[in-house]
């Protein structure tokens, strides 16, 4: 099988379903985390959309032939972009979503991330002031082992670079 030819171009928002998808089908620390979720849009409201909606202008996808395959998503201001997404990102999604009920060790995938929509973790590593932008990317299987990743991150950091940005901090699951 040969390389199947793609292209990075910015996210749009008619992409908003299948960024969404990606970041459900590599929401299980790489892995499909589709059987995890019973609301498949839930992962992708707290990583992919505020990236989307506020900063949109770092928001890229990898296209291939079959469709949207992959995403780079940037923040120039990691400080900012969490005071955005607490203010102008969570409220509706906290008016759509009740926070769960009950015991936290009884609740499902999706409940906890409703339970984050209500009660968000946000990390600010030591080093954000002279790394204060950061980086999400994901691909799915079928873009993997090929060399985009490096050529998104690339892509993205030229960006941020243009922007301004001093340095980039990148969180890793551990189990990715």
Sequence with gaps: MGDVPTRIRPCEPRDEKAVYEVCLKTGDGGNDATHLYSDPQALGHIFVG??????PELAFVLEDNLGVCGYVLGA???ARFYTAFLEQWLPALRLKYA?????????????????????????????????????HIDLLPRAQGRGHGTRMVDWMLERLCRFGSPGVHLGVD???
Excluded at 50 to 55: D, I, N, Q, S, T
Excluded at 100 to 107: E, F, M, V
Excluded at 111 to 131: G, R
């Design 50 to 55: 505020p990236y989307m909606r506020l900063e």
């Design 76 to 78: 120039l201001d990691s």
């Design 99 to 135: 926070p769960p009920a009950g015991d936290p060790a009884q609740w499902t995938a999706t409940e906890k991330i409703y339970h984050q929509c209500h009660h968000p973790e946000i990390h600010y590593p030591e080093s954000i002031h002279d790394y204060p932008s950061h980086i």
């Design 174 to 176: 551990v189990r990715n």
